[in-house]
Nanobody, 121 residues
Framework: QVQLVESGGGLVQPGGSMRLSCAASISIFSISAMGWYRQAPGKQRELVATMSSAGLRNYADSVKDRFTIYRDIAKKAVYLQMNSLKPEDAAVYYC???????????????WGQGTQVTVSS
């Protein structure tokens, strides 16, 4: 079982920056991958950024070169630094932890409670 607690959301102006935090209840090294997803009204949840336990990163094309995912092993936390925010970035952002099970035959996903990011003038 993994618990994820998110923080850092709120209101920001277009072009501004914001950092989201996700604190995990277990070591980051025990989690195959962590990431951030978002869901805007009327849209499906979409991948924003992921980071494997080995430190490899992947980003959605829409946020590449603007967002950065990084981690603090000692704090058991993963962060999403968001720069040059656009109105289309507004959404509820969810932290995700993926744990490999049964020798790699399947994954279990765990989710944070979600944090609202509003981008408006």
């Amino acid at each position: 079982q993994v618990q994820l607690v998110e923080s850092g959301g709120g209101l920001v102006q277009p072009g501004g920056s914001m950092r989201l935090s996700c604190a995990a209840s277990i070591s980051i090294f025990s989690i195959s991958a962590m990431g951030w997803y978002r869901q805007a009204p009327g849209k499906q949840r979409e991948l924003v950024a992921t980071m494997s336990s080995a430190g490899l990163r992947n980003y959605a094309d829409s946020v590449k070169d603007r967002f950065t995912i990084y981690r603090d092993i000692a704090k058991k936390a993963v962060y999403l630094q968001m720069n040059s925010l656009k109105p289309e970035d507004a959404a509820v952002y969810y932290c995700n932890a993926r744990l490999m099970k049964n020798g790699g035959s399947r994954f279990d996903d765990y989710w944070g409670q979600g944090t609202q990011v509003t981008v408006s003038s």
